[in-house]
């Protein structure tokens, strides 16, 4: 069984080979979908936009989020196309993060010349 640092280093070898073969200045739906195949090609489990609910005082609220993936089962996967990331971005995670109750995300940046990744944690590093 994996660990999760070597989960995220196979998610993040599959975002490498997609960028490589793709390269930069595509829209977000386009790395998704290539990120999709990538993934179906190197065997990583994989549910494609993550339905995320969020809770108020143990209430559902109507409000739902997307997460772009949850791989194996406990990681989620938010894709970025742009020039940079920004603290914004690292939010998004950390609330996805929240909603569904897991440890690890990873924010991923197909939007520079070379592929930027953070990895994105509840807990302190």
């Excluded at 975002?15 to 390269?23: P, R």
Aim: neutral net charge; charged residues 25%.
């Amino acid at each position: 069984m994996l660990v999760d640092g070597e989960k995220t280093g196979k998610i993040i070898n599959a975002c490498m080979k997609v960028h490589n073969e793709l390269g930069n200045g595509f829209l977000e739906p386009v790395y998704q979908e290539a990120l999709e195949e990538e993934f179906k090609i190197q065997n990583i489990p994989y549910e494609r936009e993550k339905l995320l609910s969020v809770f108020y005082k143990g209430k559902k609220l109507n409000k739902e989020y997307f997460a772009d993936f949850l791989c194996y089962g406990s990681i989620i996967v938010e894709l970025k196309s742009v020039n940079s990331l920004s603290k914004p971005h690292n939010a998004q995670v950390l609330n996805y993060l929240n909603a569904a109750n897991l440890d690890v995300g990873l924010l991923v940046n197909f939007g520079d010349v070379s592929l930027k990744w953070e990895r994105i944690t509840k807990f302190k590093k």
